[in-house]
């Protein structure tokens, strides 16, 4: 029997490891038999995982392949790497685990940019008096009934759709179906089924606001999670045979590339005015949107996008208590205390805690690239390419 290859070897490590840490494997859409294979194994013991990874990242540095292509794989790997030692029990900082397995380096944000949002919210807030209370009121304001939520998505994906297939040239047979559930620490997830399918997560918890619900529909749709990877299913795995990219892996940087690809997808769709093309396909079906302010909310809500990633650094670094971190993401969100409680158990979840910084890194890194749009979503791109390709 033939010794597997590097990229059966790093599907091989992902499953074994996926066997200690759910929710590690984010899909897989490969060859059946690897699968298979890995079910019927006993589960591998840690430490022995963290040999493998590093016997495998030496192999990777020597194979002879395309050089992005091993640049690609090597950050993987060290992203599995450091979850070999989380699942082994070994203290990994948070900072540390990071940097690791994103390729990133995270200090808090300063709190002057939330202040300064704050001043830019209370010039387009109406009314007077408490911000946080304006604030709110305006969120409900622009909130969507759960009726309304899959037909706002289906209006939404069907011009983004449109426009997104400016960007990029689809794959034959690709489809996204959307449906609601409940009692999940995220608002919504795209889990991609493979065959260029996705099902994407609803999450009706907490009501939706209607402009935040347009960029999740891109985020999640289109040009976002479920492009990208039917993307990449089509033309890395099916046309060049880059098995590697048919498992879906949490804790690797393909995850900050995937989250800068979908924090930026409704602008790539839409443009910078997409405030105004949302509000005229959501007014029609009864959903509020009021563009004007949405326009100066949204502005100030990427200044405070560090938020989340300064709460998960405190409670991990400086062992803040959870009202601590509550009340500090109150603070400075102006959200409800129902609302803060979520998003801090999202920041301080076992797997999702090193995770939250991937959304405001990668969506700045993406921003400000060099590399052209259609190039990320369907090319092995990495953190160091995001790095190196920054605009001075």
Known sequence: MASPTIPERYIQLGMRLGKHLDGLIDGYFGPPELKDAIDAEEPTAPGALGEEAAALLADVDGWDEDSQRRRWLAGQVEGLACVAELVAGREVAWRDAVRR??????EPAPE???AAAHGQLDAALPGDGDLAERLQAWNRSQELQIEQVVPAFD?????LRAETSKLVELPERERIDAVTVTDEPWSAYNWYLGDRKSRIEINTDLPSRSYVFAGLVAHEGYPGHHTEHACKEARLVQELGRIESSILLI??????VAEGIAQNAIEQALGENW???AAELLQPLGVPFDVDTTRAVEQAYHALDHVPSNVAYFVAEEGWSEDQAVAYHQRWTLAEEHRARKSVAFATHPVWGI??????????LVKGSRLPFRTLLTEQVTTVDLLDARVA
């Open 101 to 106: 397995c994103y390729g990133i380096e995270v």
């Open 112 to 114: 002057e940019r939330f």
């Open 155 to 159: 209006a939404l994906a069907e011009r």
């Open 251 to 256: 804790h690797t940087p393909e995850c900050l």
């Open 275 to 277: 405030f105004a093309q």
């Open 355 to 364: 995770y939250v910084p991937t959304y405001a890194h990668g969506y700045r």
